[in-house]
């Protein structure tokens, strides 16, 4: 079953259209990226799967029930967390969530269990300082425990890794893939390694169309001339490949075939002369060249 579903949704804000035809649908259980350069309307998506804006056009749905602008019961059901979260700066951790299990009516046995569950999965169990004093990715890590309280059905993170240096993006991005057992998480971003790293199916939106959509191994099979790599043991036999072949690319130490269909040409080149190999290894597409070939740079 589908969580998420987006038909046809557009967002103008005057004259200006924001999303154009937008169509895409996030299965229960996966972490969906939904990827694009800044200013390509993901943001402005995400506040209307929430039902903040009005749309213009299209409809939307979470867990089959339609999102309505300005009564979204729909949003019982989804857990937020923004690039910036923040908190109340003079409590704790266990306080925090305490205050939030307390907001939303949870009896109080269930508040304590449940924060000391979701404090465990974040790796804040045994912090006892106020929040004043957190860092980036602590601050980042307590928004999901945050977003993850009420148990809901649907996770969305808004460019959550932004800002983290590599190890706090780690660790976020391995308690959202953890989180997907309880959840469908929808994850904002563009930074496309975070996507390789957790993503399970992911739209790319450029210009407020998908441009691209599929799971990892469908997007990359768009792109199907994937280039060769070539290490050769000596220098000189690397000299020998460049001079037979021209076209060859030279990356430092190796040797880059994008023309593949004269692979064999090259291999019968190397065994006649008992050229000595390294490695001869294919190369997938990345999803940043994916995405340059998509929009066009």
């Known amino acids: 079953m589908d969580m998420l579903s987006l038909s046809h949704v557009a967002k103008n804000f005057g004259e200006k259209q924001v999303l154009r035809d937008v169509t895409f649908s996030v299965p229960e259980h996966t972490v969906f990226g939904f990827v694009g350069q800044n200013g390509a309307g993901k943001t402005t998506a995400m506040k209307l799967i929430l039902g903040l804006l009005p749309i213009s056009g299209g409809e939307i749905r979470v867990n089959g029930v339609p999102v309505r602008y300005g009564n979204a019961p729909t949003n019982r059901l989804i857990g937020y967390l923004p690039d910036v979260p923040e908190f109340y700066s003079y409590m704790t951790p266990a306080e925090y969530l305490r205050f939030c299990g307390e907001i939303s009516g949870m009896p109080a046995k269930e508040i304590k269990s449940r924060s000391e569950e979701l404090l465990r999965l974040v790796g804040l169990e045994k912090?006892?300082?106020?929040?004043?004093?957190?860092?980036?990715?602590?601050?980042?890590?307590?928004?999901?425990?945050?977003?993850?309280?009420?148990?809901?059905?649907?996770?969305?993170?808004?460019?959550?890794?932004?800002?983290?240096?590599?190890?706090?993006?780690?660790?976020?991005?391995?308690?959202?893939?953890?989180?997907?057992?309880?959840?469908?998480?929808?994850?904002?971003?563009?930074?496309?390694?975070?996507?390789?790293?957790?993503?399970?199916?992911?739209?790319?939106?450029?210009?407020?169309?998908?441009?691209?959509?599929?799971?990892?191994?469908?997007?990359?099979?768009?792109?199907?001339?994937?280039?060769?790599?070539?290490?050769?043991?000596?220098?000189?036999?690397?000299?020998?490949?460049?001079?037979?072949f021209p076209f060859l690319i030279t990356t430092g130490r190796n040797l880059l075939l994008k023309e593949t269909d004269r692979l064999p040409d090259l291999l019968h080149f190397i065994a006649d002369r008992r050229l000595r190999i390294v490695r001869i290894e294919r190369q997938e597409a990345t999803l940043s060249e994916l995405f340059m070939e998509v929009v066009g740079k």
């Open 127 to 244: 912090e006892k300082h106020r929040i004043k004093g957190f860092s980036r990715g602590m601050k980042q890590r307590l928004g999901v425990a945050q977003a993850l309280f009420g148990r809901p059905k649907l996770l969305i993170c808004d460019e959550p890794t932004s800002a983290l240096d590599p190890t706090g993006r780690k660790e976020l991005l391995d308690i959202l893939t953890a989180a997907k057992r309880e959840t469908t998480v929808l994850f904002s971003t563009h930074i496309l390694s975070d996507v390789e790293h957790i993503c399970d199916e992911m739209a790319f939106l450029h210009e407020g169309e998908i441009a691209l959509m599929g799971s990892l191994e469908e997007v990359r099979k768009r792109r199907k001339d994937a280039a060769v790599t070539v290490e050769m043991e000596h220098p000189k036999d690397s000299e020998a490949l460049r001079q037979a």
